[in-house]
Structure formats: structure tokens, C-alpha cells
């Protein structure tokens, strides 16, 4: 695969993660359960199973109006917290890339990180506060570390799966889970959970299309 980034790698990247998420729906609902609102997995994957669904109708042309579009659609249809930070987070990433035809790494790569900001202003978080920045934030460096795509998404899902584990002795400082204080230690962050897989799709697209 070229690497530049065209349409087609992020339709690819989207259709991943939708079936990423699907996989684990049951189990990012229960990671959800004794922490939040039980819903984590079914939002998300009605958000994205609307995703596909709409860009099945309307396909976009280029890799920013492809995460803008993606972005406004979770918005409009994952319940919760989830879909105002999945949206920003996409929704972000596509305003940055603009009109290219195509992108390159390092212009993903600090697109995402510019959206990653966002997304911590959105819910006040910041590492260290079991959240999905800690998978996140990773990532990122990860990508921002890596030359290629080949070798860089490998590495960011590596490091997105390992700072969700790392959620678990963490304890919960933002969203429903702080309410439990000290008793939501022992429990991984389910939004870090979810990141993970969408880090864990990157790769897999790029792994498909190389």
C-alpha cells in the first residue's frame, strides 16, 4: 500500500472498526456494567452499524469529509458520553485533514493528536484518569514514533491495548465510574477498551490493504 493515505484506506479503517466492535460488544457492555450505564458496546455498535449504513448512501470523497461525515453520524447516534467523544474525535481528525486526496502519516498522526486535545477539553479529562485517553495518548506517540504505516499502526494498537490494561489499578477521576471513588479500582476503562479496538482496526485495514 502506497504511503499515502487515500478514501478507500479509511472506509476500510471504519468497516474494521465497526466489526471490531461488534465483536466485542457483549464485552465492553460488561466492562461497562458494574462502572457505568451497562451500555457501552450496544451504543457503539448501533453507532457504527449507522455508520456503515450511511456511507453506504452517501459515499465520501475524500479521507477528511470521510471522518467529518463518520464523526457527525456518532454524534447523532451513540447514546452517552460516547458519542460526543468518538464524534469529536473523528469529527476533529477529518477538519484537520481537509480536502487532501490523500494524506500521509505525519499528517494523520498530528490530526488525531489535535482531535485527542479536543476530545480531553470535551470531558475534562487527562491521563491517569481512566479514561479513553489513556489508550489514546499511547497510540499516539506510538504513531508519532513510527516512519511508516506498516510499521507504525502495529505499534499504536500495541500501545492503545496496553494503556487500556493499565486502566484497571487506575482509579476513575471523570464519567459515571468516579461516582464510585476508590471501588472503581480493579475495573478497565471501558472507553479505553473501545480505543483500543479502533487503534486495533488501523492496523488491521492497513495490514489487509498492503
Known amino acids: 500500500m502506497s504511503e499515502e493515505l487515500d478514501t478507500g484506506f479509511f472506509a476500510d479503517w471504519l468497516r474494521a472498526a465497526a466489526t471490531a466492535i461488534d465483536r466485542e460488544a457483549a464485552h465492553l457492555t460488561e466492562l461497562d456494567s458494574p462502572i457505568g450505564d451497562a451500555d457501552h458496546g450496544s451504543n457503539l455498535q448501533r453507532g457504527f452499524t449507522a455508520v456503515q449504513t450511511a456511507l453506504a448512501k452517501e459515499p465520501q470523497e475524500t479521507p477528511g469529509a470521510l471522518l467529518l461525515f463518520t464523526g457527525r453520524q456518532l454524534i447523532s447516534t451513540v447514546g452517552g458520553a460516547s458519542g ?33 486535545d479536543a476530545v480531553a477539553q470535551l470531558g475534562g479529562a487527562a491521563p491517569g484518569d481512566a479514561t479513553m485517553l489513556d489508550a489514546l495518548y499511547p497510540a499516539l506517540d506510538a504513531l508519532d514514533a513510527g516512519s511508516a504505516p506498516g510499521d507504525a499502526f502495529p505499534a499504536a494498537a500495541r500501545a492503545a491495548a496496553e494503556g487500556a490494561e493499565a486502566t484497571v489499578p487506575m482509579q476513575a477521576r471523570k464519567g459515571r465510574a468516579s461516582y464510585l471513588g476508590e471501588r472503581s479500582v480493579g475495573h478497565e476503562d471501558p472507553g479505553a477498551a473501545s480505543t483500543a479496538l479502533l487503534f486495533e482496526a488501523l492496523a488491521t485495514a492497513y495490514g489487509e490493504g498492503a
Open 84 to 116: 460526543p467523544l468518538y464524534g469529536t474525535l473523528l469529527r476533529r481528525t477529518g477538519k484537520a485533514l481537509g480536502d487532501a486526496a490523500a494524506v500521509p502519516l505525519p499528517e494523520l498522526a498530528a490530526a488525531l493528536r489535535g482531535a485527542a
